[in-house]
């Protein structure tokens, strides 16, 4: 699909669905969250302050707790975290149990192009799997860490001692789909591939027997709500590409990270085919020779090959800040 095509990092292992919903999406709405912990230990602390500034947090010394426990300060809305690959933004603020002193804290400036799946805040902080289930961008979630809920060498770094418990504050900034969650689509475009979801999302595609449409062909298979992509930035997708005349896969995303794409650094066909579409929703596209890799093909796609590709449109990312 890339005018120059590259092999992905798999940046972790796919992760298994979290509690609470589908991992093919789901909002705030429709995932429930799970119930606060039944630990009293969290009333020793105290978080004020704004949902998009650096809390203030106050905390009974010394604190310390056996296990973790959380408690939802306020309840975001939109897409709710339910796999461990899904991508999101968050701001973490962690404080010493021992001494109440803040230790580490994200930059808390308003950037949303820090993204991470939520498997690599899990190995920074295994303490917190299971308290980000459900959870909405504008969630602010306080959670008490045991000495074993953190990751031993992060632990160190930040001046944790071995034995020592800390208090975390969770502001989850944005979250990514996992996968397409729009409304299914009416297509009677004939002799189309036909497309097959497994429960995560994942697209299996049947080409038919027939010969491949001369013009580019785009089909909205499911349409979502969200924001439109412009161009202007870019788009988080997962995409599925094989070739027409062999069914063969030669690139896909869902075996690793959600790719971030620029409209100007794909094939015309693919960038004709998502400009205009909306976040949520998965599309089909046939794409000519002409308006893919032509007659020179590219890596293992054969030169004059008709490309096929299923694109689940996930986000919209944002530039970094300056």
């Not at 799997?129 to 930040?158: H, K, M, Q």
């Not at 800390?166 to 009677?188: M, T």
């Not at 100007?264 to 046939?286: K, M, R, W």
Request: glycine share 10%; net charge negative; hydrophobic share 45%.
């Amino acid at each position: 699909m890339r005018k120059i095509p590259a092999s992905f990092a798999v940046l972790g292992l796919l992760g298994l669905a979290l509690v609470g919903c589908s991992s093919a999406g789901g909002t705030a709405a429709d995932c429930p969250r799970p119930a606060a912990s039944a630990s009293t230990a969290l009333g020793a602390v105290e978080v004020t302050g704004a949902t998009d500034e650096l809390p203030d947090v106050q905390i009974r010394t010394p604190f310390h707790v056996t296990a973790a426990s959380f408690q939802d300060l306020a309840a975001g809305e939109g897409p709710a975290i339910v796999t461990d690959d899904q991508l999101v933004v968050l701001d973490i603020a962690v404080l010493s149990g021992a001494t109440g002193d803040e230790l580490v804290a994200t930059p808390y400036d308003g950037d949303l192009s820090r993204v991470f799946p939520v498997s690599t805040w899990l190995q920074t902080f295994p303490g917190i799997d299971g308290v980000l289930d459900c959870a909405a961008a504008g969630s602010r979630i306080v959670v008490a860490l045991a000495p074993e809920d953190i990751d031993t060498a992060t632990a160190a770094s930040i001046g944790l001692a071995e034995d020592d418990s800390a208090v975390a504050v969770i502001d989850v900034r944005k979250v990514y789909l996992p996968a397409a969650d729009g409304a299914p689509q009416f297509n009677s475009g004939a002799g189309l591939p036909t497309v097959v979801r497994a429960p995560d999302g994942r697209p299996g595609i049947i080409v038919p027997d027939a010969d491949p449409p001369k013009d580019v062909a785009v089909q909205t298979l499911l349409k979502g709500d969200g924001p439109e992509v412009t161009g202007e930035d870019p788009v988080r997708v997962h995409y599925t590409g094989l070739t027409w005349a062999d069914r063969t896969v030669f690139d896909t995303t869902w075996d690793g990270e959600p790719a971030s794409l620029t409209l100007d650094a794909v094939v015309p066909g693919f960038a004709e085919a998502l400009q205009g579409q909306t976040v949520g929703s998965q599309v089909l596209v046939v794409v000519p020779p002409d308006q893919g890799y032509g007659s020179e093909g590219s890596g293992s796609v054969p030169p004059d090959s008709t490309l096929v590709f299923v694109v689940d449109i996930l986000g919209i990312d944002q530039a970094p800040a300056q």
